[in-house]
């Protein structure tokens, strides 16, 4: 049985009233394939996430309602990440900049939402102009309270960079594309990676035929040490199967299928980082997305 809200639950847990609009991981609104009345909102998988990953205490709850009253409902971005090799979950929120809706958003507004709880470095030097920026952390930042890890990504480039303080690493140089016309750009993007150039069945493995077909984008990223690959706004019982193909916790798998008709008005988001272990593709990290 699907776990379901209290009465005591946080509004950001709340069934979702019937107007309700939903977004994917670039805070870009969709059609939702189903009605959203009264059923349950993305952050429910996050609340979720959060039991199974030994986030308990009242950090992770309180920090999303902090957000949500510091920059109103439905602006945030959440993703929670599973190491395959340690099994240990963690997540990392996501800030997405309109300059014509939300000019009010900075690196020290969030880092101030966030500050009883986790420590955000606001970057002292001028930001380039940036399109959005994310912090992650852990389930040991969040006991702290430690310090999560700010990633800025730049207006033009599709460059991603680590802030730590004044200290800036380039971490990420993504592209998105559309696989319903331009799959030979997703294919030629991939012969450029340098872990996910791969064909014959192991291509297969990078882009499974049921998120290639349901997926309204894919994006493809070289970063440090691994290549990574995402697809938004695929269907719940195709993000069921793509997490279990990559090992979540069958706990997790069990509420998502339980709770399938009350998700059924969301496309998810959903990716992982590959690299080439002795020659093979190794499947080394992923993730799955929603917002609040």
């Known amino acids: 049985?699907?776990?379901?809200?209290?009465?005591s639950a946080p509004d950001w847990l709340a069934?979702?009233?019937?107007?309700?609009?939903?977004?994917?991981?670039?805070?870009?609104?969709?059609?939702p394939p189903a009605?959203?009345?009264?059923?349950?909102?993305?952050?429910?998988?996050?609340?979720?996430?959060?039991?199974?990953?030994?986030?308990?205490?009242?950090?992770?709850?309180?920090?999303?309602?902090?957000?949500?009253?510091?920059?109103?409902?439905?602006?945030?971005v959440?993703?929670?990440?599973?190491?395959a090799t340690s099994g240990e979950l963690s997540w990392e929120l996501y800030f997405y900049r309109?300059?014509?809706?939300?000019?009010?958003?900075?690196?020290?507004?969030?880092?101030?939402?966030?500050?009883?709880?986790?420590?955000?470095?606001?970057p002292s030097r001028e930001l380039p102009p940036w399109l959005m920026f994310s912090v992650a952390f852990d389930r040991a930042a969040l006991a702290g309270p430690g310090e999560g890890e700010l990633t800025v990504y730049v207006a033009e480039g599709n460059l991603a960079y680590r802030y730590a303080g004044d200290e800036v690493e380039l971490r990420n140089h993504y592209l998105f594309l559309d696989p319903r016309g331009q799959i030979e750009q997703v294919l030629t993007r991939l012969r450029h990676l340098v872990h996910a150039s791969v064909?014959?069945?192991?291509?297969?493995?990078?882009?499974?035929?049921?998120?290639?077909?349901?997926?309204?984008?894919i994006c493809c990223a070289a970063k440090r040490h691994h290549d990574a690959i995402?697809?938004?706004?695929?269907?719940?019982?195709?993000?069921?199967?793509?997490?279990?193909?990559?090992?979540?916790?069958p706990e997790l798998l069990a509420d998502l299928e339980a709770a399938a008709p009350r998700l059924d008005h969301l496309l998810w988001d959903y990716g992982y980082d590959v690299r080439r272990v002795d020659g093979a593709l190794a499947f080394e990290r992923s993730g799955f997305y929603g917002y609040f």
């Open 1 to 7: 049985m699907a776990h379901e809200p209290t009465t």
């Open 15 to 31: 069934p979702l009233a019937p107007t309700e609009r939903p977004f994917d991981y670039c805070l870009l609104p969709y059609e």
């Open 35 to 76: 009605s959203p009345d009264h059923k349950l909102p993305s952050a429910w998988a996050l609340a979720r996430t959060h039991a199974l990953g030994g986030a308990t205490g009242p950090a992770a709850g309180a920090m999303v309602g902090a957000l949500r009253e510091a920059l109103g409902p439905g602006r945030t």
């Open 78 to 83: 959440w993703g929670a990440k599973l190491d």
């Open 98 to 122: 309109n300059p014509h809706q939300h000019p009010d958003l900075s690196v020290a507004r969030v880092a101030a939402a966030l500050a009883p709880w986790l420590r955000v470095r606001v």
């Open 199 to 217: 064909s014959g069945p192991a291509l297969a493995t990078l882009l499974p035929p049921g998120p290639m077909r349901e997926a309204r984008h």
């Open 230 to 249: 995402y697809f938004s706004r695929v269907r719940g019982p195709q993000l069921v199967a793509e997490l279990r193909r990559l090992g979540w916790p």
